[in-house]
């Protein structure tokens, strides 16, 4: 149990769209449209982004954001008192917990607006100057280098003023936004300087927690594994180890299935630490099937809570309904699923110092995969893990027909073999469509980010082949798809790409 001996279920981050959106906003805005929704829903800690080198927040030691809505944070701050003044009081009246967030480092492609930045061109990773484009090395450049105390003090002193000056019930430091915080060549190394700066934290919360008789609570959010973490200069095993941290958010939710979360719990077994997962909106995952296998995934592997993120704008009915299903691993058992593999960096291409920085903490994931001829009789196998009880369901009668997807790029008059645990499935029995499949994602031409969101159908280009499934054909844990070349297509010059897998799980 977290220091503050609660053990929450769900925490939304919100990225403080509104001060963007809703110029002049007030707090009866606030209400209706950010804090009001959750009520009622499986939501007990609401989380602010409160900025990254400008802060969206009445700070009085950092610089102050004014970009995107100029003067609505300060006509906020005149009227209201300001967002962290409050955000908090809305929280209390709503059933939930505070924590402001703080993206810790910035690697947008805009141009850098911010006085530290500008004013301390020696203190980029780049120190001012511009590596080969698409290199990591240029991605994230522009941000910060923490190697620099001045950096990591700066950093770490706006986050202690929050505990310091508001009413919170801890913080959120969020090392995947963005992440990238040393040269790429120095991050494992230089890793016990972001351990110090943790420590600092830590320290002067709980200095602070014993001079206001409560206990706050550090959340941290990090890539999707201790190997991913480290290589970015994160000794997530550490602080975890010193008890450093009260909840660790495993991974920004970009490879939900293919993250091994269970590393995160076994470490944090027997310790006051409780491990999160992440639901990322622009996975994309929005897609009720697929949000609830995302969920009963996690669970399995033993998680405490989910964290959402990039979710917060979803309608009330969303929040109070679906989430309380995703929330409930009871809830779950016996729902309708599409379990999924991940894609490697299927958002973010090399052109974009923002995609790079992802890049830089994202692991790499088997898909997409090459499906090549084989010179022995090997096959490409692709492992499924399906969470639900297939053995309980089946005895019980209520399992139904399943069905196993693949997608591939560039099929034509292939001839190709394709098993599922060692049973081999009739391509003449799979339906087949060139037209590639469908799954729920933010509607075309809207604000995603705008409440309330609004959803729609959007196609994942390829070539489908789809075959329904008995129950016996499927397994819990891990069922493994297997494909095999037997003749490529004879005008073929470029691999046969397999992109992505779905197995749906149907109950009657």
């Not at 009081?89 to 141009?111: I, V």
């Not at 006085?115 to 522009?142: A, C, D, Q, T, V």
């Not at 944090?268 to 009963?296: H, M, W, Y």
């Not at 790409?497 to 109950?507: A, F, G, T």
Request: net charge negative; with cysteine; charged share 25%.
């Amino acid at each position: 149990m977290p220091r503050s001996g609660k053990n929450r279920k769900v925490l939304s981050n919100d990225d403080s769209w509104i001060l963007h959106f809703r110029n002049p906003v007030t707090p009866e805005i606030m209400w209706d449209e950010m804090i009001g929704p959750h009520v009622g829903s499986a939501i007990d800690g609401f989380i602010w982004s409160s900025g990254a080198y400008t802060y969206n927040f009445e700070t009085e030691i950092g610089e102050r954001s004014d970009s995107r809505s100029p003067g609505n944070l300060e006509q906020f701050i005149e009227k209201h008192g300001g967002p962290l003044t409050v955000i908090p009081k809305l929280c209390r009246k709503a059933g939930m917990d505070f924590f402001p967030s703080f993206r810790m480092n910035q690697h947008y492609d805009s141009d850098m607006t911010d006085k530290l930045r500008l004013e301390h061109p020696e203190y980029l990773i780049n120190r001012g100057k511009e590596p080969l484009k698409g290199s990591m090395e240029w991605g994230i450049g522009r941000g910060l280098d923490f190697s620099f105390e001045e950096v990591r003090k700066i950093k770490a002193d706006v986050i202690l003023e929050t505990v310091e000056r508001f009413d919170v019930d801890g913080v959120e430091l969020d090392f995947m936004r963005h992440p990238g915080y040393f040269k790429v060549e120095q991050a494992i190394s230089n890793a016990y300087l972001i351990t110090d700066m943790v420590k600092y934290i830590r320290a002067g919360m709980d200095k602070l927690g014993k001079a206001n008789n409560k206990n706050y609570d550090l959340i941290v959010r990090v890539p999707a594994s201790f190997s991913a973490s480290l290589g970015i200069g994160l000794d997530v095993e550490t602080w975890i180890e010193k008890d450093l941290v009260d909840i660790v958010v495993a991974g920004g939710g970009f490879i939900p299935f293919d993250a091994p979360i269970r590393e995160f719990v076994e470490k944090a077994s027997g310790k006051n630490i409780n491990i999160f997962g992440c639901l990322e909106g622009l996975r994309p995952a929005v897609d009720q099937l697929t949000l609830r296998a995302i969920a009963a995934n996690y669970w399995s592997q033993g998680i405490d809570g989910i964290h959402l993120f990039n979710l917060y704008s979803m309608s009330a009915s969303w929040k109070q309904n679906e989430l309380k299903e995703l929330s409930s691993p009871d809830k779950l058992k016996h729902l309708d699923k599409r379990y999924e593999r991940d894609r490697s960096y299927s958002r973010f291409g090399t052109a974009s110092h923002l995609h790079m920085s992802f890049r830089n903490g994202i692991p790499k994931t088997q898909l997409p995969l090459a499906i090549e001829n084989t010179i022995a009789d090997q096959t490409a196998d692709v492992e499924i893990n399906v969470a639900d009880d297939i053995e309980d369901a089946i005895s019980k009668n209520i399992l139904a027909n399943c069905e196993l997807e693949l997608l591939f790029d560039g099929f034509n008059d292939d001839e190709i073999s394709v098993s599922i645990n060692n049973r081999n499935l009739n391509w003449n029995d799979a339906i087949t469509n060139p037209n590639g499949w469908d799954f729920v994602h933010y509607k075309a031409d809207t604000n995603w980010n705008y409440y309330p969101s609004q959803l729609d159908k959007k196609n994942d280009e390829g070539y489908c082949a789809k075959w329904t499934l008995s129950s016996e054909l499927i397994k819990s844990g891990i069922n493994t798809i297997q494909i095999k070349m037997i003749k490529p297509d004879s005008s073929r010059i470029d691999s046969l790409i397999l992109n992505n897998v779905r197995l749906s799980i149907k109950y009657n």
